[in-house]
């Protein structure tokens, strides 16, 4: 009996042996549609690794569609191909790499971005991406970012694909000499995103902290998500709820009479107003977005503006829910630490963004949020734009006096030579062509992202820890599928993934996917010995017996 997409079919092999050599010889046709000793065709492993991995689809969906084909697995099962389909993918992936890097050598040759994902203890999950042809390179588990796991990593992408143009990623040690390392003299260049994100935590952070824990003190936020509740639920028993309030603002000679409900539905306006201050930003996140900054310089604004409002309409600032907002805003607005904080904040916040401005990244009106690689500036004018940045630095005895506009400075010099990347000429079969670097890790950020946005889809749970302690490291390499250039490159003559992986099936496969596991796995037996509670008293009478056998003999 073989399962395959197109319903059971049973099947019947004559194998031959050959009475000389003693050689058993199978059916060529079947294997070509089955692997040997196994029951599920090719075209069902395909089916159950590109939906779970492409269409991100749960092992319970998986089921419930081959149940429509008539193909009846269990959960494990199915579980078990789809590791069985990335081990195929990744085996072919190898086999492919002289074909990728012809192809990479056609257009001058390769960028390697370089990026890590992790979740908590989990291991971090280290890819390699060539930005020219957008080809995730390769894969590797490792239980931290030292340099000393990424080196091994570094040098099998040497091996298979060459010396890269350039190496793009962020500012960690260990991926920073690991690079340096491996390869010496190329040249290496630090996003820019990242490093203006690190940049501006070290600048901005002590103050932001300081701010933060300060509102805490005076529950700030439920104190208004109170007030929202309390004057929402007033609105709604009351007569009237349908009144025009910005009609009313706009016309004020037509208040209505009942001064209570004026000022429950001012109150709740203003504190759903300020409640939104932090939501407030361009979806950078900080240090380029400062949403409790907002958030307190709304309530600042409306603490100035709410003894205005008590004496241009005395009566509303009688009123109970306006007494209770007002008192609210005095306390953070008396508040020094508070006040101190945020003046503290505004002039770090404009330093910064002066800096944001010269590297022309993550502008305040940008609207791609994390996808933002900057504007189209030549990174000329960027380098110069910086470099008048960094001597205002040390022009302006107030920044100078000042010990984190000192470390920043530090940090742009410490980066100078790996942010600024000029065009490189590279030789190809057409001639000489100018690669220009990108200047971010985008790529590699969006693809992260993409397995996060999979991950949530298939299980509902945002933590990818779990996912990331068992998945083989090579799962990356589904998002290749996408690329046309690569699935040409890979089938190699093939017209499917299921006549590759048919191909393919001599390798060890099972091999392989135990090779690729868990990084932390625990060695065989040791499970078993972890476990004892009298360990270290058997250790001590293993060690005694040693010596006096040592004595005696």
């Known amino acids: 009996m073989v399962l395959t997409m197109t319903g059971p079919l049973v099947t019947h092999e004559t194998v031959l042996k ?8 199978h059916s060529d046709a079947l294997l070509r549609l089955v692997p040997k000793w196994c029951n599920v065709a090719y075209d069902v492993l395909v089916f ?27 959960y494990s099962e199915i579980g078990y191909l789809g590791r069985k389909f990335i081990s195929y993918l990744a085996i072919a992936h190898r086999r492919a790499a002289p074909r990728i890097r012809e192809s990479m050598q056609t257009v001058g040759g390769y960028i390697l971005h370089l990026d890590a994902t992790h979740d908590g203890d989990a291991p971090a999950l280290v890819t390699g991406m060539d930005s020219l042809s957008s080809i995730v390179l390769g894969n590797v588990k490792v239980p931290s970012e030292h340099s000393k796991y990424i080196i091994p990593f570094l040098k099998e992408m040497h091996a298979l694909y060459g010396t890269p143009l350039a190496c793009v990623h962020d500012m960690g040690k260990g991926l920073c000499k690991a690079v340096d390392e491996v390869f010496p003299g190329v040249p290496d260049f630090i996003c820019h995103f990242h490093f203006l994100r690190d940049i501006g935590k070290d600048f901005l952070e ?13 529950s700030t936020s439920t104190r208004f998500h109170a007030l929202v509740r309390e ?4 609105l709604c028993k009351q007569d009237g709820m349908n009144i ?15 001064i209570e409900y004026l000022a429950n539905a001012s109150v709740y306006s203003l504190s759903l107003w300020v409640l939104h201050g932090k939501q407030c930003g361009n979806g950078y996140g900080f240090p380029f977005d400062r949403p409790l900054l907002e958030f307190t310089e709304r309530i600042m604004e409306l603490n100035s503006q709410s003894s205005e409002m008590k004496r241009c309409f005395p009566a509303i600032g009688k009123a109970k829910s306006f007494i209770k907002l007002a008192k609210v805003l005095a306390d953070i607005g008396d508040d020094v630490q508070i006040s101190q904080s945020v003046k503290e904040l505004q002039w770090r916040c404009r330093i910064f963004d002066q800096l944001r401005d010269a590297m022309r990244i993550a502008m305040p009106t940008g609207t791609s949020g994390l996808n933002d690689d900057g504007t189209g500036v030549s990174i000329s004018t960027i380098k110069q734009a910086v470099e008048k940045f960094r001597k205002e630095l040390e022009n302006d005895p107030s920044l100078v006096a000042d010990k984190l506009s000192d470390k920043m400075a530090a940090q742009i010099d410490k980066y100078d030579k790996k942010l600024f990347a000029d065009p490189i000429e590279v030789s190809t079969p057409a001639g000489k062509i100018m690669i220009y670097p990108q200047r971010t890790n985008n790529i590699l950020e969006q693809f992260f992202r993409g397995v996060r946005r999979g991950h949530r889809r298939k299980t509902g749970d945002n933590s990818m820890r779990r996912q990331l302690q068992t998945m083989l490291a090579d799962t990356p390499l589904v998002k290749n599928l996408d ?6 490159l890979l089938l190699n003559g093939n017209a499917s993934l ?21 990084v932390n796995k625990i060695l065989p037996g040791y499970r078993k010995l972890m476990k004892k509670l009298d360990l270290p008293g058997q250790f001590v009478q293993l060690f005694a017996k040693a010596a006096q056998n040592g004595k005696s003999n």
């Open 244 to 258: 025009n309030l910005p009609q009313i603002l706009q016309n004020a000679d037509e208040l209505p009479g009942d």
């Open 18 to 25: 050959c009475p000389a050599c003693k050689r058993v010889y």
């Open 483 to 488: 690329n046309q250039n690569y699935q040409k």
């Open 231 to 234: 004057t929402g639920q007033v």
């Open 206 to 218: 002590s103050a932001y902290r300081k701010l933060r824990t300060q509102l805490r003190t005076h």
């Open 48 to 74: 159950v690794g590109e939906a779970l991995f492409r269409r991100y689809r749960s092992i319970q969906e998986v089921r419930e569609e081959l149940q429509a084909s008539n193909v009846n697995l269990s």
């Open 498 to 518: 299921e006549e590759l992986f048919a191909e393919l099936d001599t390798l060890p496969i099972d091999f392989f996917a135990e090779q690729q596991g868990d």
